[in-house]
T-cell receptor
Framework: NAGVTQTPKFQVLKTGQSMTLQCAQDMNHEYMSWYRQDPGMGLRLIHYSVGAGITDQGEVPNGYNVSRSTTEDFPLRLLSAAPSQTSVYFC??????????FGSGTRLTVV | KQEVTQIPAALSVPEGENLVLNCSFTDSAIYNLQWFRQDPGKGLTSLLLIQSSQREQTSGRLNASLDKSSGRSTLYIAASQPGDSATYLCAGTNFGNEKLTFGTGTRLTIIP
């Protein structure tokens, strides 16, 4: 049982480039979410999804796009990378009786 | 809006001591509360989940309690070991809202 898998683990982008952070879970959880973690700011919610075909914005959605075509996958797209998006990104899935399960994270640097 | 605070921000204790980490939240409508551990440069590992109908959970040397009326949760670590050194985060969801609100974290160092 792999849980939540994120790829890549590390990425360096140039300003203006776009990329997709991948997230997959094998626990059949309906709810998935993306967080970013920055020093002094803690973990902040970017986008979340309560099921396939349904997504919504979190606390800091600007510059990011998501879609949810399957229960398993919840990719996060950076449309035009900016240095302010340098961060560690975590994907998570949730079920009420199980709590949250987090992926190992993607460390992104935008230069 | 739910706000979660953890005090102290950092704590150093000698190996073998028992210790308590504190977590306070502003909205008593908190539904589930979860404690996580994060090692430097790593992801979040779930330690304990206290569901809405529960008051405490135990796993090995760890015990977490939840008191909604006072807006507090505590994580008790017995017989601390150097391997317990990490940042500990508490986080909660409110009833009808799956969004997780994180505390500010406590960086724990166990001195051998």
């Amino acid at each position: 049982n792999a849980g939540v898998t994120q790829t890549p683990k590390f990425q360096v982008l140039k300003t203006g480039q776009s990329m997709t952070l991948q997230c997959a879970q094998d626990m059949n959880h309906e709810y998935m979410s993306w967080y970013r973690q920055d020093p002094g700011m803690g973990l902040r919610l970017i986008h979340y999804s309560v099921g396939a075909g349904i997504t919504d914005q979190g606390e800091v959605p600007n510059g990011y796009n998501v879609s949810r075509s399957t229960t398993e996958d919840f990719p996060l797209r950076l449309l035009s990378a900016a240095p302010s998006q340098t961060s560690v990104y975590f994907c998570a899935s949730w079920r009420g009786d199980y709590g949250y399960t987090f992926g190992s994270g993607t460390r992104l640097t935008v230069v | 809006k739910q706000e979660v605070t953890q005090i102290p921000a950092a704590l150093s204790v000698p190996e073998g001591e028992n210790l308590v980490l504190n977590c306070s939240f502003t909205d008593s409508a908190i539904y589930n509360l979860q404690w996580f551990r994060q090692d430097p440069g790593k992801g979040l590992t779930s330690l304990l989940l206290i569901q809405s109908s529960q008051r405490e959970q135990t796993s090995g040397r760890l015990n977490a309690s939840l008191d909604k009326s006072s807006g507090r949760s505590t994580l008790y670590i017995a017989a601390s070991q150097p391997g317990d050194s990490a940042t500990y985060l508490c986080a909660g969801t409110n009833f009808g809202n799956e969004k997780l609100t994180f505390g500010t974290g406590t960086r724990l160092t166990i001195i051998p």
